[in-house]
C-alpha cells in the first residue's frame, strides 16, 4: 500500500523539487545582475571622461563580474546610458548597448523623455548614469508551457543609478 502511495506523490514531489531548484536559481541569477549593474554605475561614475574603449573595457569587467550569465552576447544585453536633469525634467543624453537588441532600455532612447525610479532627483544641469543589464532567464521549460499564455518576461533585468563624480560624462563616449 505504501508503495502505490510513493508512486502516486513520487512525480509531484519531483516536480516541487525541481521547482524549487528553478527558482533558486533565478534568484541566484538575479541577485547577480542587481550587484553588477550596480558596480557597473560605479565604475563609470568614478570616471572623469569616458570613451569608447573605456566603455567597452568596463562592460567587458561586467560580463566577468557576471560569470556564466551572458550580458554582452547572444542572449544577454548591457545599457549605459546618461540622463541630464533640466527645469522641465529629464532627458537621456545618450545610451550605448552591447549585446542583443532584443531587449529595449526601461528608460527609453537617446534625446527622449526619462522617467527616474523614486527617490532619483536629477537636478537641473545635473548628469546620472544609469547601467541597465538583461539575460535570458525565463521559466524552466516545463513552466514556459504552463504560463505559455503569460504576459510574463522571459528574462531577468536589473538596473543601477548613480550620480558621476564629475560631469564631464554629458559628453557621449566616441
Known amino acids: 500500500m505504501a508503495a502505490v502511495e510513493f508512486a502516486l506523490l513520487a512525480p509531484f514531489l519531483a516536480l516541487l523539487l525541481l521547482g524549487m531548484a ?6 541566484r541569477s538575479w541577485a547577480r545582475l542587481n550587484r553588477v549593474s550596480a558596480e557597473l554605475a560605479d565604475i563609470v561614475t568614478r570616471r572623469d571622461t569616458l570613451d ?3 566603455l567597452a573595457a568596463i562592460v567587458a569587467a561586467g560580463q566577468a563580474m557576471a560569470g556564466r550569465i551572458d550580458v554582452t552576447g547572444s542572449q544577454g544585453a548591457t545599457i549605459v546610458s546618461a540622463v541630464q536633469g ?3 525634467g529629464n532627458t537621456m543624453l545618450w545610451q550605448k548597448r552591447t549585446g542583443s537588441s532584443t531587449y529595449a532600455s526601461r528608460f527609453g532612447t537617446a534625446g527622449s523623455a526619462v522617467v527616474l525610479p523614486g527617490q532619483v532627483l536629477v537636478r537641473a544641469g545635473e548628469t546620472v548614469i544609469i547601467a541597465e543589464l538583461f539575460t535570458g532567464g525565463g521559466p524552466w521549460v516545463l513552466g514556459r508551457r504552463l504560463f505559455a499564455g503569460s504576459t510574463a518576461p522571459n528574462f531577468i533585468a536589473a538596473h543601477a543609478v548613480f550620480h558621476p563624480r564629475s560631469n564631464l560624462l554629458a559628453t557621449e563616449p566616441k
Open 52 to 54: 569608447a574603449a573605456g
Open 22 to 27: 528553478d527558482l533558486g536559481l533565478w534568484l
Open 86 to 88: 533640466s527645469g522641465t
